[in-house]
C-alpha cells in the first residue's frame, strides 16, 4: 500500500487549504484513512480520522475541530482535509495514514506553513 498526498504551502493566518492523499495498492475496503501532523520539536498528533464504513464517524482534534473537515471518496481510495481559518499553530508537517488489517501505512508528508 503507498500513500501519497498533496496540497500543502504556505498561507496566512486565517486562510484556507486543502490536503488530498490518494492510496494505491491492496486495500482492504473496510480500513481507517485519516491526517496526523508534526510541527517542529513536537511529537506527531492525531489531526483526523475517518473510517470508510457508514458506522462510526470523524474523529477530530480539539485543536482543529470546527475549522477542519475530512472526506473520503471511497471508490478512489481518497481521504482529504479541508482546513479554514488556519492559525500559525497548524504549521507542520500533515501526513496522510491508513489502517487497515492491524497495519498502518503512512504518506510522506506534506508541508503546511501558517506564517504573514
Known amino acids: 500500500v503507498q500513500l501519497q498526498a498533496s496540497g500543502g504551502g504556505l498561507v496566512r493566518p486565517g486562510g484556507s487549504l486543502r490536503l488530498s492523499c490518494a492510496a494505491s495498492?491492496?486495500?482492504?475496503?473496510?480500513?481507517?484513512m485519516g491526517w496526523y501532523r508534526q510541527a517542529p520539536g513536537k511529537q506527531r498528533e492525531l489531526v483526523a480520522t475517518?473510517?470508510?464504513?457508514?458506522?462510526?464517524?470523524?474523529n477530530y482534534a480539539a485543536s482543529v475541530k470546527d475549522r477542519f473537515t475530512i472526506s473520503r471518496d471511497n471508490a478512489k481510495n481518497m481521504v482529504f482535509l479541508e482546513m479554514n481559518n488556519l492559525k500559525p499553530e497548524d504549521t507542520a508537517v500533515y501526513y496522510c495514514?491508513?489502517?487497515?488489517?492491524?497495519?498502518?501505512?503512512w504518506g510522506q508528508g506534506t508541508l503546511v506553513t501558517v506564517s504573514s
Open positions: 495498492g491492496n486495500i482492504f475496503q473496510l480500513n481507517l
Open positions: 495514514y491508513l489502517w487497515a488489517m492491524a497495519k498502518t501505512y
Open positions: 475517518l473510517p470508510s464504513g457508514s458506522s462510526g464517524g470523524a
